[in-house]
């Protein structure tokens, strides 16, 4: 049974930064597109940051484009995502998701509905 597992959630500042983790067990799927989802109360799920694995590109939403970073070659490895310049408006719980793998040369979505399996999540709060 695949299993993603998010960790690195916390308060900090506006300013601040923090990374967050996935491991992923029992996921075997090559080329896939893994990545970050938040969701703030009373909001729709979003995507963030979503990667395809195996040396495929990474997207970002608009409104975090030279904020976050995201990595993660392969699902043997951790998936973080680098969080700088934190805004009070990134408040939210996070996920971690992953499809069941395509082509290298596809594109992610970030659209939430287009993906298989989900991590519990973890908070994010930034104060300001």
């Known amino acids: 049974q695949v299993q993603l597992v998010e960790s690195g959630g916390g308060s900090v500042q506006a300013g601040g930064s923090l990374r967050l983790s996935c491991a992923a067990s029992a996921y075997t799927y090559s080329h896939a597109c893994m990545g970050w989802f938040r969701q703030a109360p009373g909001k729709e799920r979003e995507g963030v940051a979503v990667?395809?694995?195996?040396?495929?590109?990474?997207w970002f939403a608009d409104s975090v484009k030279g904020r976050f970073i995201i990595s993660g070659d392969n699902a043997k490895t951790p998936l973080y995502l680098q969080m700088n310049s934190l805004k009070p408006e990134d408040t939210a719980m996070y996920y971690c998701a992953a499809d069941r793998g395509g082509d290298w040369f596809s594109v992610c979505t970030l659209r939430a509905d287009e993906y298989n399996y989900w991590g519990q999540g973890t908070q994010v709060t930034v104060s300001s």
């Open positions: 990667v395809r694995t195996g040396g495929g590109g990474t």
